[in-house]
């Protein structure tokens, strides 16, 4: 009986000693709670305002070489999708019917889609202001933007002194090239980003759209003022026009005139510019039936109007915002306009998670989703202007040059008689951006 009664006295204590064993053990392998996130996977919260123009950190540059190398844990949707406080400069209002309110239209696309409370600080006409392009962009800084977009080339010079001085913040430039390479203006700034469209595409469109309507063979030219991306619009226009003209039409191409008159500036500065208003009347007063523009403002669609109401028979294709005919939409043969929001989506959601590069880019259509808000860089808005034989054939042009055809191939002279591309010889990028003259036919100031 008591040798029965150790005996079980010692088993009860060796179980207890495993269970206690094995208690311990699993106290030494406990694995942490796997709803606290570690400290060091938080990101910073990008909407509170730098107390310096310095960035915070997630958009830097050197922050871009760590994202690269970051742990293979998933990371978090705020870590991924930051919002960001977005600093915008505008030429223009926001609702000027073309390139400003195109701009403000993109970068609110992107917000929208992005959708993780990002917002947006606005300066519109920022040349009203007293101060600079660039001392403007410090001060959103100072309210709290992370990154800074500045929308008219005529900001070129502003945005290089602001990227210089705040190499910390990302500094988007709208139709620049500072980050081009291969350009003839590259300054290789570790904070810029360039974005344009190829709108050479659908100027040529324009312009054939304007030869297939025109009664009297007179197609005019609002442009704004004179550098090479004017020259280079204004030119496909001619491409366009000329194509249609002859291969399409048939005609003659002497019995042709495509002229062009240059404002002085992208909108009616009054005593300083030309007025868009009277030049636009001078060429529907003159046998011009057809004006397309290159302003940022409606006044080529608005007068177009004005004349037809008086009983002429006259048409306008204005210029940037895609719902530009709106305004006047019996007249207006279509719109070339630009697709901010794609290219603006795809850098701001970059740089929010800290994967974007200093880079340029020339973005074209897309071609197999055209006119599709999503996709592309720039389309083409048919009127209710243009006839539906005419509509016909510009869709066959647009498919032409989907697949391939390229206008900027010679023979191809500039406007004083020089070679510019020989026969069958395809311009290059930098021979279309650069532009050195009008083309060789058209009537209008190079320079």
Known sequence: ?????????TSVLLVLAMVLSACGG??????????????????PAPTEAPATTEAPAAPTVAATTAATTAPTTAPT???????LTIGMILVGPKNDGGWSQSTYDGVNYAISKMNNGSKLLLVENAFNEKSTPAQIAGQLVSQGA????????????????????????PTIMLSGDQEWAQGQDYKNFPNMIDIMGRMEYMKEIAGCAAALTTQTGKIGFLGPLINPETRRLASSAYLGAKYCWTQILKKDPSALTFSVTWIGYWYNEPGITLDPTQVADNFYNTGFDVVISGIDT????????????????????????????SGAPNVCLGVPYFNW???LLQNLEAISNSTWKPHFEW?????????????????????????????AT???????????????????????????LKAGEVATDQQIWYLPQLLEGMLGKSS
């Not at 699993?26 to 990101?43: G, H, Y």
């Not at 007068?303 to 210029?319: C, D, R, S």
């Open 298 to 325: 409606t006044e080529a669609l608005v007068e177009a109007q004005k004349m037809t109401n008086a009983g002429k028979k006259v048409f306008a294709l204005p210029y940037d915002y895609i719902d530009a005919c």
């Open 77 to 83: 949707v705020a870590a991924t999708v930051a919002p």
């Open 394 to 420: 510009l869709e066959k042009f647009i498919s032409d040059l989907a697949g391939g055809l390229n206008l900027w191939t010679g023979p191809i002279n500039l406007q004083d008689g020089t070679v510019y």
């Open 1 to 9: 009986m008591t040798n029965k009664k150790l005996w079980l006295f």
């Open 146 to 169: 992370q990154v800074v977009i500045f929308n008219s080339d005529s900001f070129m010079d502003d945005s290089n002194t602001f990227a210089e001085a705040n190499p910390k913040i």
């Open 341 to 343: 929001g794609p290219a």
């Open 26 to 43: 699993a106290a030494t392998t406990q694995a942490p709670v796997p709803t606290q996130a570690p400290v060091a996977t938080q990101a």
């Open 363 to 391: 973005n074209p259509p897309d071609w197999a989703n055209f006119d599709n808000p999503d996709y592309g860089a720039v389309g083409f808005n048919i009127g209710a202007g243009l006839s539906a034989d005419n509509k």
